[in-house]
């Protein structure tokens, strides 16, 4: 079977994506390959082409459970024979794929490390007919990696062992010295290289000031009632408290942390994969692996880390190639939280770890073109102007005079002292009852109350943006006081004008919808994929994809022939499903005379 066979009869499509061939290539001649392909670009069958087409057994080496079983159950509904051996399976279900290692009838084995590597394992590694190993995640075999696993370094143990079989390192993101760590970790030989474009032309990027985090939310996610989305923030706490808050209005929500236990950790992802809830709300403890491709939007409501993290999370929006939007909600307060993580570091990792957080603040606060500034960060350039779909490109920032407003800031500032952050501040400003107002006597005070048209986190947001400016200056402690720069003079004394950002308080929708999508089909046949998927015990992306959904609901396919054309329906989907989904079709099309 040729490689193009395969790809049409197990995959359903006719051409492969940028790469795949070249690599599926040089994995058959037996040569050592790494790749850098970004989340989406289609790396899995880089092995899995492979493995079907060549005699032996492919060894898929994956960090996280979860992952394997999802793998393994899309194989197995496209006609590939594949299993797994981890802790969730039983002596029994251990056993059974034991035997079919024996009688040799797989494919594809997937394993983690640590099972890999063990010596109790290798003899029965050395007694398999094995063709290929296939290392996903590769970055965690990296100290320099985001999501540096130690259990990974003992892969380099293969290249011993097994000398002359090829070795295939996957990863979405690497920095040059991480691909040279692992190519050096792996003891890869002369390995052909293959790096993708970072481009990821169906995401849009955006980033608000969040005056008022929770009615952004709010309402994006009622503007996308059937979307499914991740929400990332930077503490359990912050998570808990919109996984509390979101269901009251209606949204269906699940928290994940580390917090919680292992067992409602897997309930909640279980929950998010199978379409049971619509939203996730979770820390960076989520996500690496998550297989889900219809995932519509990835919010951010804390700044991350580093570019690398964020380039990752949002990488896990519209894996089927759909659009899909990345939003970033920024509080230079996140700031303070991101440095007190920095500061328990040691003294060389906190100048690695702050040299990060700045190109993190520098795209957050830039008006050029985001997918420029990430695909530079990344070493690629962007020639086009305009990406037409990130808010620097579709929604330039507007201005406003702003002197009176900085004039009472400023004035505040001035006569309580300077001894106070900018919360305290904003809420004199807006005449707050709070305690700490009056324990200082704040509410007799000239300035207080004066700002009637803001709220305080909106003119909170204001005084940062003072500070960006350099108007203002805010201390490196826990207190983060705030005072007065020397230039903020001329703007007291009225010789100069202020302009400040206007500020966006809901959040716009940048992809729009393609209009020759039946909408009313579209849900019709994701009511359908459900109910099949539920009866099968499956995600429902494995049994058909968001994208193919979309692609029958333009073209509407009535016969099995018809229904053969469509992306992603190989052999096996199409006997087990054909008949199933044209006769909704048909049934629909009867009803609206189509």
């Known amino acids: 079977m040729t490689i193009n066979t395969a790809l049409q009869t197990y995959f359903g499509f006719s051409e492969f994506r940028p790469l795949q061939e070249q690599v599926i290539k040089d994995v058959l001649a037996k040569k050592d390959v790494f790749v850098l392909m970004p989340t989406g670009g289609g790396k899995s069958l880089c092995y899995q082409i492979p493995a079907v087409v060549q005699s032996g057994i492919t060894i898929v080496v994956s960090p996280l459970i979860s992952l394997m079983k999802d793998q393994v159950d899309a194989l197995r509904k496209n006609g590939i024979t594949a299993a797994y051996l981890n802790s969730s399976q039983s002596t029994s279900e251990q056993q059974e794929v034991l035997e079919q290692l024996k009688e040799k009838t797989l494919s594809l084995l997937y394993v983690a490390?640590?099972?890999?590597?063990?010596?109790?394992?290798?003899?029965?590694?050395?007694?398999?007919?094995?063709?290929?190993?296939?290392?996903?995640?590769?970055?965690?075999i990296s100290a320099w990696g985001h999501d540096f696993r130690p259990e990974y370094r003992k892969l380099s143990s293969l290249r011993k062992k097994?000398?002359?079989?090829?070795?295939?390192?996957?990863?979405?993101?690497?920095?040059?010295?991480?691909?040279?760590?692992?190519?050096?970790?792996?003891?890869?030989?002369?390995?052909?290289?293959?790096?993708?474009?970072?481009?990821?032309?169906?995401?849009?990027?955006?980033?608000?000031?969040?005056?008022?985090?929770?009615?952004?939310?709010?309402?994006?996610?009622?503007?996308?009632?059937?979307?499914?989305?991740?929400?990332?923030?930077?503490?359990?706490?912050?998570?808990?408290?919109?996984?509390?808050?979101?269901?009251?209005?209606?949204?269906?929500t699940l928290p994940y942390h580390a917090g919680l236990s292992d067992d409602e950790r897997r309930r909640n992802q279980e929950a998010f994969i199978r379409d049971?809830?619509?939203?996730?709300?979770?820390?960076?403890?989520?996500?690496?692996?998550?297989?889900?491709?219809?995932?519509?939007?990835?919010?951010?409501?804390?700044?991350?880390?580093?570019?690398?993290?964020?380039?990752?999370?949002?990488?896990?929006?519209?894996?089927?190639?759909?659009?899909?939007e990345c939003i970033l909600l920024f509080s230079p307060a996140d700031i303070f939280t991101v440095e007190f993580f920095i500061r328990q570091k040691e003294a060389a990792e906190q100048k690695v770890a702050r040299e990060h957080l700045n190109h993190v603040i520098n795209f957050s606060r830039s008006n050029v073109c985001r997918r420029k500034q990430l695909l530079s960060y990344f070493g690629e350039e962007f020639l086009e102007v305009n990406c037409q779909s990130c808010d620097n490109c579709?929604?330039?920032?507007?201005?406003?005079?702003a002197t009176v407003?900085?004039?009472?800031?400023?004035?505040?500032?001035?006569?309580?002292?300077?001894?106070f952050g900018?919360?305290?501040?904003?809420?004199?400003?807006?005449?707050?009852?709070?305690?700490?107002?009056?324990?200082?006597?704040?509410?007799?005070?000239?300035?207080?109350?004066i700002i009637n048209e803001y709220s305080a986190k909106e003119v909170k947001a204001f005084i940062y943006e003072l500070t960006q400016l350099g108007y203002l200056e805010q201390s490196k402690d826990q207190y983060a006081t705030v005072k007065l720069h020397p230039s903020a003079r001329t703007i007291l004394k009225g010789e100069q004008v202020l302009q400040l950002t206007q500020q966006i308080k809901t959040l716009k929708t940048i992809q729009s919808t393609d209009k020759s999508v039946d909408s009313k089909l579209f849900n019709r046949l994701r009511a359908l994929r459900k109910r099949l998927a539920d009866a099968e015990n499956v995600p429902p992306y494995i049994v058909f994809s968001d994208a193919a959904l979309q692609e029958m609901a333009v073209y509407m396919p009535q016969t099995l022939q018809q229904f053969a054309e469509i992306k992603g329906v190989g052999q096996k989907k199409l006997q087990a499903y054909g008949e199933t989904f044209t006769k909704e079709i048909q049934n629909y099309c009867i009803m609206n005379q189509n």
């Open 113 to 140: 490390p640590e099972r890999l590597t063990q010596n109790a394992f290798m003899p029965l590694l050395e007694s398999l007919d094995i063709s290929l190993f296939a290392i996903d995640e590769a970055h965690c």
């Open 162 to 252: 097994f000398p002359t079989l090829p070795i295939i390192a996957l990863t979405a993101t690497a920095t040059e010295v991480v691909q040279k760590d692992i190519v050096t970790q792996l003891g890869l030989i002369s390995p052909k290289r293959y790096q993708a474009s970072f481009n990821r032309p169906n995401l849009s990027y955006a980033v608000y000031q969040k005056p008022n985090d929770m009615s952004q939310i709010l309402g994006y996610l009622n503007d996308h009632p059937n979307d499914s989305g991740i929400i990332y923030c930077s503490t359990r706490k912050e998570v808990d408290m919109l996984a509390q808050k979101l269901p009251r209005y209606g949204i269906s």
């Open 276 to 324: 049971d809830i619509s939203v996730i709300v979770a820390t960076v403890a989520f996500g690496m692996g998550i297989d889900k491709p219809n995932v519509r939007f990835v919010i951010h409501n804390n700044i991350p880390s580093n570019l690398e993290r964020y380039y990752q999370e949002t990488g896990r929006a519209g894996r089927d190639g759909l659009p899909s």
């Open 394 to 401: 579709l929604h330039p920032k507007e201005t406003f005079d």
């Open 405 to 419: 407003l900085a004039q009472k800031i400023f004035s505040c500032i001035y006569k309580t002292g300077q001894r």
């Open 422 to 449: 900018a919360t305290h501040i904003a809420q004199i400003l807006t005449g707050s009852n709070s305690k700490k107002v009056k324990d200082n006597n704040h509410h007799q005070i000239s300035t207080f109350g």
